[in-house]
């Protein structure tokens, strides 16, 4: 029943591998069973989708919750008052994996010597490097609804350029001073449409076209370091205790686009113990709060 649930919420078998970590060939012999014990199809195979029958969705309904509650006492009773151990795959995007999430594995790994972590950092995650990961932190979301997804904080983005670039060119006081100085762009996302930023009232436009454009963003943070323009940056960067020193919000009362921080896992790893307080630790970590026991 758990195969079945999950091939129906994911729309496909391999999806279902994907989420409940086991191979299609498992699947597709369960569901077989199933439906031979039932005497009864359960899925339509379409070319773009698995979908349920009549029969498919009315069984969904009624085992779904059934089976939910099962697992959720389950993974709860097991996990209680635990210690994290084992294996921890943790993914996060490159800027804030080796600014924040970094020094929280470093942390995290001195208090729970018994778990083996393993951490990458990427900002474009390939379909193999999806089902690498027990959890994810992410400043940019994931477009899966088979994941388990909590929103653990927030950042904010503004103007910033290095110390010495501001004293070479000195104080900035208005958009039109901006259009006259080198502007450093993102390869991609975000501001790919322009850069649209907010002093409480009316948005305004940033109007400066990128004389160069980098990425990831940490090429962009050294870049406006060593002097060469200026750029938008999230907080969680340029309030970073290594390089606050070295940067100047420029017009701090603009702001551009705020973002969210998001923590990522899968259904059945959700709760292990080491998911559940990572992600904790994460949160408090977003937060500026110690980290739990």
């Not at 940033?206 to 200026?230: D, R």
């Amino acid at each position: 029943m758990v195969y079945f649930i999950s091939v129906v919420e994911a729309g496909s078998i391999s999806g279902a591998a994907r989420t409940l970590g086991v191979s299609k060939s498992v699947i597709s012999k369960a569901i077989i069973e199933l439906e031979a014990f039932l005497q009864t199809d359960l899925l339509i195979r379409t070319s773009k989708q698995i979908l349920p029958t009549r029969a498919g969705e009315v069984f969904y309904r009624r085992c779904n919750s059934g089976v939910e509650a099962i697992e959720t006492a389950f993974l709860d009773t097991q996990n209680h008052g635990s210690i994290p151990q084992g294996k921890l795959h943790i993914l996060a995007n490159a800027a804030y994996g080796r600014y924040v999430v970094l020094p929280v594995v470093h942390a995290f790994a001195a208090r729970y010597p018994s778990c083996q972590i393993s951490f990458a950092l990427g900002d474009d995650v390939s379909e193999a490097k999806m089902t690498w990961f027990d959890v994810a932190i992410r400043t940019r979301p994931f477009d899966d609804p088979s994941l388990h997804v909590r929103r653990i904080g927030g950042y904010e983005r503004h103007l910033v350029a290095g110390r010495g670039f501001m004293d070479q060119y000195g104080p900035v006081e208005s958009f039109d001073q901006l259009a006259l100085l080198p502007f450093i762009g993102y390869v991609d996302d975000p501001g790919r449409d322009g850069w649209r930023l907010s002093a409480g009232g009316e948005p305004r436009g940033l109007g400066s076209s990128p004389y160069l454009s980098l990425g990831p963003i940490n090429l962009i943070l050294e870049s406006l370091m060593a002097g060469q323009g200026y750029s938008v940056l999230p907080d969680f960067l340029y309030d970073h205790p290594s390089v606050a020193s070295q940067l100047v919000k420029i017009l701090p009362e603009w702001s551009a686009q705020s973002g969210d921080i998001l923590a990522y896992a899968y259904p059945t790893k959700q709760r292990s113990a080491a998911v559940r307080l990572f992600i904790d630790w994460m949160s408090c970590a977003a937060h500026g709060l110690p980290f739990p026991d």
